[in-house]
Structures are given as C-alpha cells and as structure tokens.
C-alpha cells in the first residue's frame, strides 16, 4: 500500500508568544518548531499499516525551507521519502492554499491512502484533509480512532460525541483524518536517524498563487476581564438579586 | 640433577608452559579483537588505587575483613614465592643452581613466615568453601576451588619439608627428589590451569584493575560521525569487556549486592560477565547480546552502580549493560515503559509532560532571578523534579531560602532542558545527546562556572557526563554547599532520624558525610539503616525504572523501605527527588505512616524554627 502523510510544522508547544507587527499573526522569526502532534500520529498509524500490509510511506509538508526538519524526522521514524512542496508564502496560507499545495505533490503519486492529523496545534481548523481529499477526488472520513484494511477496502471507526464511535467502510483510494491518540507513538531511534540522512526528500514547485479565501484581520491575546459588581439593598433583595444576576448573566445554572 | 632428571624436567616445562601459554594466546587475541576502548587519563590515581586495592586488597577487606585478610596472606605468599619458584625452574631446568647459596637460604628462611600465612588462609578459605559454602560463589567454583586449595596446601608443605628436612642432607636422597618434583609439577599443572578458571584473576587482575575508569559507570559518548549505535551483538564488545569477562573471580560481590537480584529478577550482574566469557571462549560472535541475557535482563538494572563498586577486581558491568541498551534502543526495541518517557523528552525536553510555562510559574512564585555571571555566585539547576514536582519544589523552596539567609547570590536559567539523565542510563544516546547539547550551550552562553543542585541524578549527569561536551564547572549537591555554609550550627539532638543514602549521592558522587554532618547539627540522631554511605542499597528508580509499573519479584523500593523501617526510626530524610516518589509509594503500599522529608526541607525548618534568621517563622 502506498500511503502518504501529510506533516505540518507548528510553534512548539510551551513556546512564549508574541504577536507580530501586522498584529496578524506571532512573531516566528526567533520560534521554534516542532511537528503538529496530531499529524506524528497519522505518521504513526501510516507506518503501522506499512508493517502489516508493506508498501511504501511518503512524507508531504506545503511551507518554506524549515519544515525540512518535520521531513527529516519523518523519514527519521520510518517514512520512505519525502516530498516538499517549498515556498515562503505557504508559511500563512489558509487551508485552502495549503489543501491545494499537497494535492499537486500527491496526486502524481497515485497513492492508495492519504492521511492527515485530525487539525493543526496552531490553528485547528482542521479543514487540510477534507479539502485535500476533495481536490484529490477521492472519498474520506474524519476524526479517525481505528483503521482496518479489509479486501482492498477499509473499515474505519470515527468518534462521535458523548464517547460513541462509528465504523465506517469507504473505498481505496481515499483520506483519513487521523485523532490523536490512536495509536503509541514510536520514538525516534539512532538508526533510524542515520538512514533518514541518506533518504531523498524531493522539491516539488508550489502551484501558481492562489487567492487566499480567508484572511486573518486580527490576533491578540485574551484579555483578562475582571469586573467586581456590588449588589446593595436588604439581605433578602440582595440575595434574590444575586440569584437572578447568577442566572441570567453570569450563566452558571 | 641427573641428566635424565633435567630432560625429563625440560619436556615437562615445555608441555605444561605451552598448554598455559596457548590458552593465554586465545584468550589475548579475543581480548585484542575487540575495539579498543582502553583510556588511561588520570595515572597517578590509578595507580594508587592499584597500591591500595591490589597490594593491600582495601575492597577485598573492607567488605569482608575475615576473608579479606585469609585472602590478602595468601596473595602476599604468593608474591614472595615469585623467586623461588624462579630458581626452581632454573635449576630444574639445568640452566644454573643456586639453591645451595647462602643468600637463598635467609631468603628461604624469610619466607617461613609467609608460607604459615599462606597456609593458615587457604585453611581458613577451604574450610569456607567446602562447608560454609556461601550462595554467593556458586555450586561449582567451590569443587574447583578445593582442588586449588589442595594444591596450594602441597606446595607448602613440600617447602616446609625442602626447608627444614631435605636442605640440610649432604646428597639428595630419594624423598627430597619426590618433593622436589611434586612441587614442581604442581606449580606447573597449576600455571596450566590458570586460564581456565576463575584463578586468571591472578595474571590479570592488576591490570584490569589498572584499567578500570577511574569514575564509576563511565559510558562514553557515543560517536554518531562514525555511526556508532551501542552493542548489539557480542562482537561488539570492547576490549575492557572482554578483559572483564576473562577476569572474574567469581566471588559474587556484585550479585549480592544487586537490587535486582536481591528482589528476585532475573539479573544478575556476575552471570552476565560470566555468560560474556563463555559466549567469547565459545565464538558466538555474531549472537545479539540479548539473546545471550535475557531480553528482561537489561531493562532490569537501575545503575545504581553497586555491582562495579564492590568488585574486587574492576569489572565494570554498567558500560556493557547501558551499552546493551542502547543497542536495542538503537533499533526501536527499549522496553515498552520507555517509550511514553522518550515521547515526553522528545516533545517537551522533561520527563513529567508540563510545558514551560509551569516551571516559569513556579521561578515566578518563588522569585527567583534568572541566573546572570555579573549578579550570581551560583546556579541553581532545578531539574524535571525541582521545577515541575510539587514536593521537590518545596525543598528547592527550603534551598532558596536557606542560600538567602547565607546571603548566597543564586539564579536559575530561564529555560532547562531535562539533563538527559533518564535517556543516557536507559540507552537513548540520542535523545541524552539532543538534550546536553542544547543544555550545555545555555551554560556557556552564560558562562555558568558553579552549579548547585538538589537532584544527585542531574549532579552525575552534569557533572561528570557533560565533560565529554567540554563543559567543566564546580557542580555541587545541595547538601555538600549547605553543609560548608552551616559549619558554626549546633543544635541539641531532639529526634531519631534514618538517613537514606541516593546512590547516585552516596556511590556515585561519594557524599555520604555532608548530609549526616547537617542531620547532626540540625538536631538530629541519625540511626543508620543496613546498606548505607557509599554501598547503598537502591531505591529502583534509576536507569528510567521510575516508569516501570510492572516490576517483577518484589519491588526494590520496597525492600529499601523495610531495611529503612527496620531502623525503628520514625521519620526518613532523603536527598533525591526519586528516591523520596519510590520510598514514599513503598510506605503507601505498607500502610506505613512513616514521614518522608527532604534534607533541604529538614534543614530549612530546623533553622526557622531555632528563629536563627531574621525571617523565622516567615
Ligand atoms: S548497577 Fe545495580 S541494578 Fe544494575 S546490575 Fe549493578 S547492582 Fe544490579
Ligand atoms: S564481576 Fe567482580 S564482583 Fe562479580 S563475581 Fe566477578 S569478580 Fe566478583
């Protein structure tokens, strides 16, 4: 089965923020970067079906020249080779952009499966996949905890709400969108890392520009609210008001 | 000597000489096939430490002086038989006699006393190991080692016999012939069958002695330039290793000592040298190390380091056991409890998961100042504990406090990275050598020149293991800087404490005496539990078994617990994060209502309460 994961680069986690200039998005000059967790398990999960049905893992990252290092640790856990659809301006696209990008690295590979994290640590739009799977033409299904392959079909359970989950079959080719959590993630070996230097990882040219669909007009920090009101009158009024401004405005009941 | 007396002596020599001597050479060329891992830094101390361990066998005494002295007579025998066996061969040999000249008769003479020495240890020893039979030596060392000793005893007695009857004849008669050649052939048939048993330790105990580091577990960096990725199969065993394994005397210091072992593992650090020499002598080459253990074996070992202190004659176990490791880890194959940590490394640089922001919290609410060379003496290294555990955060706390009121100048870094020190001992050379890099650079960018810190795992990993990155700074334990600024305290005993020993305090780093100085002068009696200073016995929390949730046999912690319960002591002070989360779940399970407290806790309460600061009872 030849299967490709789609790795985005994300600001580490615990990473102090600050807002950039244009107040539009953070300041990412000096940050550093790590690989979107949900996509390390859809890495995962793309590796594990690897070991049982064979085949071959592509790693594929839209952006600039940085998220070279998400390939390498992809390669690095396992994955075969890697594709790198590079340009400056896929650093802030939107999802779309992005969704387009991957599909003009993965559609000449004819592949049997394409999975994506569930969403991104940063935005969590979690819109990648489905775009994807749209342009590529192929079915797909969403926040993924199972994957079975079943005579050149798969079998997929998503998680609903509430703790419910739903199987579901769709055929090959198609995306899935993986949830973290499916699956142990493996950790990053010596050998690995050895081999994953010798491994390709091949420029493919980014698609003509596209209009972005969305824009983002502002980002700041949530603000800290503090408002103390005073409730007055008698102990029984202001009882009865404290109830009411309980209910109807702080909502708590 | 007849004629046909020395020939017949040459071809005797010749015969039993080249047995011992191919059997040597096989054993050379294994040695020699390995890589060679052989460092000689630090001479003088080495050979100093070949004066006091080889000449006056201070390991084999101290941990057991009966024995140790039996054993001691017998080696200084030995020694001082070296010229008299040398003139024997000559004059058996036909090559000159001087056993009739007056200055080998004092010599002779001299060694009367050694000879009664001898006998009396050997005696002493025989008796041992055919009736007492200790567990340690195993079924089959003592068979053999019976026969020796009957070998030992008839060289002796042949001397005496030489000496006292023989010497004095006009013409050798018949029985003085007799003796002379028992002695001799036994000598012989005894340098034969050296190599083949646990007696090789005779020849090369001195020098593997010699060559044993001078720092305990030293497990070199791994070379990634050359692609080296740790032992995987047995023909990746250094030459130390390979002298280890040929050198062991069997004694079983290291298995009794074990904590592992004691708590019925399966590991067992005298069978692994052991099967080493076997699988050597039996080339097997090309077979996986773990298949030559067991695959349980290796992720059983907590590095506590017991083993490669107690032998006598320095096999080092945790470089060929952490080598192991990382030859499996190497290939994706670390047991399974280690995966989940080596995530949490990876993707947040500690071993608890929290981000950055919580140890920031915790600076902040301590208001500590972020480490500055123009401002600060010192830098306090929190470590994944210190800065994100709640308990050791208290006793940073203490720490902080008790630096302030000394008006020691202290700051932190704004960011720490997890030394690395649960990725180094359990094999992820990768992961350890990611994390020590970016560590190191922060330190140098800060040009940090003392460290103090209260966690012994980061004092090993930082102060010895972080050399090999070139970065050389006075790193303290807590208890060793509070004690040196403590020394007028005196505070009348007023409760009954045990003190337990981190091996990664009292072994490795030596420091057993600042915290029982401090426990003294804060007002307490310190009641010794068994295993304590620098032969401690492990709390099962090191080389990454802090994560292990299903430890086989009973648990290491709580066997630690019980040693310490059985002080009668009521309260515990300890000088380790881990060890207090190990010691803590074991007396948890025990139902125990044993309190736990930190050293640095203990001491700062002490001085608060004695209102010896301005800020008492702040
Ligand atoms: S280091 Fe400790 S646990 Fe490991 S083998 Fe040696 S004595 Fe046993
Ligand atoms: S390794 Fe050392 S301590 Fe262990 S049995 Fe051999 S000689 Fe004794």
Same mark, same amino acid.
């Given at each position: ?22 107040r ?21 999960e ?18 600039p ?21 590079e ?21 000449p ?80 070996t ?64 | ?23 040597m ?28 361990e ?14 140790g ?30 056993s ?12 009367v ?29 003592s ?42 052939v /036994? =000598? &012989? ?8 048993? @646990? !007696?090789?330790?005779? #020849? *090369? ?9 001078p720092?305990?577990q ?34 079983g ?7 592992a ?6 590991l067992?650090?005298?069978? /692994? =040298? &052991? ?8 080339? @097997? !080459?090309?077979?996986? #190390? *773990? ?35 990382r ?56 470590g ?190 300890v000088?380790?994060p ?41």
């Amino acid at each position: 089965m030849k299967i490709a994961v789609c790795l985005k680069q994300v600001i580490k986690r615990d990473s102090t923020l600050r807002v950039d200039d244009a107040r539009t998005w953070v300041r990412d000059a000096d940050a550093e970067f790590e690989m979107n967790e949900p996509d390390a398990y859809a890495l995962e999960e793309a590796l594990r079906l690897k070991e049982q049905h064979g085949g071959e893992v592509i790693v594929v990252s839209a952006g600039p020249a940085r998220v070279q290092t998400v390939l390498r640790e992809g390669l690095a856990r396992g994955a075969d080779r890697a594709l790198h659809v590079e340009s400056d301006a896929l650093a802030q696209a939107d999802a779309f952009a992005i969704a387009g990008a991957l599909a003009a690295a993965i559609g000449p590979e004819q592949v049997d499966l394409v999975l994506t994290g569930l969403q991104s640590d940063d935005q969590g739009f979690a819109q990648v996949g489905v775009v994807l799977a749209e342009k590529l033409g192929i079915a797909h299904a969403t926040i993924i905890m199972e994957v079975k392959v079943e005579g050149g079909a798969l079998r997929v359970k998503r998680e609903l709400e509430g703790g419910w989950f739903q199987w579901v079959g769709l055929p090959l080719p198609a995306l899935l969108t993986i949830q973290s959590g499916i699956n142990t993630l493996r950790y990053a070996t010596l050998k690995g890392i050895m081999a994953a230097k010798k491994k390709e990882i091949r420029r493919v040219d980014a698609p003509a520009g596209v209009a972005p669909r969305q824009k983002i007009v502002s980002l700041y920090f949530p603000e800290k609210t503090k408002q103390t009101r005073m409730i007055t009158g008698s102990p029984a009024d202001a009882a009865r008001e404290l109830v009411r401004v309980l209910r109807e405005d702080a909502r708590v009941f | 000597m007849s004629g046909i007396e020395v020939w017949l002596f040459r071809l005797v020599f010749v015969a039993l000489v080249g047995w011992f001597a191919s059997q040597m050479l096989t054993r050379y060329r294994l040695v020699m096939a390995g890589a060679n891992n052989l460092s000689l830094d630090d001479v003088p101390g080495r050979v100093q430490r070949l004066v006091t361990e080889v000449v006056f066998q201070s390991k084999v005494i101290k941990a057991k002086p009966i024995v140790g002295t039996a054993h001691l007579f017998v080696f200084w025998g030995f020694c001082a038989f070296g010229l008299y066996t040398f003139v024997g061969f000559l004059q058996g040999l036909g090559v000159v006699d001087l056993s009739r000249r007056a200055w080998f008769h004092a010599y002779q003479a001299a060694l009367v006393p050694f000879c009664l020495a001898v006998l009396a240890g050997i005696v002493f020893l025989m008796i041992r190991r055919g009736i007492a039979r200790p567990a340690a030596l195993g079924a089959t060392v003592s068979r053999e080692s019976i026969m020796i000793g009957f070998f030992i005893v008839t060289l002796m007695v042949t001397f005496l016999l030489e000496f006292f009857v023989f010497g004095h004849q006009a013409s050798p008669t018949v029985a003085a012939r007799v003796n002379w050649w028992v002695h001799m052939v /036994l =000598i &012989l048939l005894f340098l034969g069958l050296i190599p083949n048993s @646990k !007696h090789l330790h005779l #020849l *090369v105990s001195p020098l593997t002695l010699f060559l044993k580091s001078p720092q305990l577990q030293s497990v070199p960096n791994l070379d990634f330039e050359k692609e080296e990725v740790g032992f995987e199969a047995l023909k990746d065993l250094p030459a130390k290793a390979r002298l280890d394994a040929f050198t062991c005397v069997e004694c079983g210091r290291c298995q009794e000592n074990c904590p592992a072992f004691a708590t019925g593992k399966l590991l067992n650090p005298k069978a /692994l =040298i &052991l099967q080493n020499e076997a699988a050597l002598l039996g080339g @097997k !080459h090309d077979t996986k #190390l *773990v298949d030559l253990y067991d695959e349980n074996v290796l992720w059983q070992c907590t590095t506590c380091g017991a083993c490669e202190n107690q032998c006598p004659v320095g096999i080092e176990h945790t470089p060929v056991i952490i080598g192991a490791r990382r030859g499996l880890v190497s290939n994706g194959e670390a047991a399974e409890y280690l995966t989940k940590v080596y995530n949490t490394l990876e993707r947040h640089q500690n071993i608890w998961g929290p981000g950055n922001d919580s140890r920031q919290k915790f600076i902040t609410s301590a208001g500590i100042d972020i480490f500055d060379p123009a401002k600060h003496e010192y830098l306090v290294w929190l470590g994944c504990a210190g800065a994100l555990e709640a308990d050791f955060q208290r006793s940073l706390r203490a720490l902080f406090d008790i630096l302030r009121a000394k008006g020691v100048t202290f700051g932190v870094l704004a960011r720490e990275r997890c030394t690395g020190d649960v990725a180094k001992r359990s094999g992820n050379e990768f992961l350890f050598q990611e994390l020590a890099t970016q560590n190191v650079d922060d330190f140098k960018a800060k040009q940090v020149k003392k460290i103090v810190t209260s966690c012994p795992h980061c004092l090993k990993t930082i102060g010895h293991d972080y050399r090999h990155f070139g970065f050389e700074a006075e790193v303290l334990h807590s208890a060793t800087l509070v004690a040196r600024l403590t020394g007028g305290a005196h505070m009348a005993a007023d409760e009954t404490v045990t003190y337990h020993d981190p091996c990664y305090l009292g072994r490795y780093a030596g420091e057993h005496e600042a915290p029982r100085q401090l426990l003294a002068r804060f007002g307490a009696t310190v009641v010794e539990p068994e295993r304590n200073r620098d032969n401690p016995f492990c709390c099962g929390a090191g080389g990454g078994l802090l994560f292990e949730e299903h430890e086989p046999g009973k648990r290491i912690s709580e066997h630690r617990y019980e040693q310490l319960a059985a002080t009668g002591a009521s309260k515990v002070v300890v000088g380790c994060p881990f060890c207090s989360i190990m010691l803590k779940g074991a007396a948890a399970s025990a139902n125990a209502n044993t309190e736990f407290v930190d050293l640095m806790s203990y001491v700062d309460g002490k001085l608060k309460q004695a209102g010896a600061r301005p800020d008492a009872g702040a």
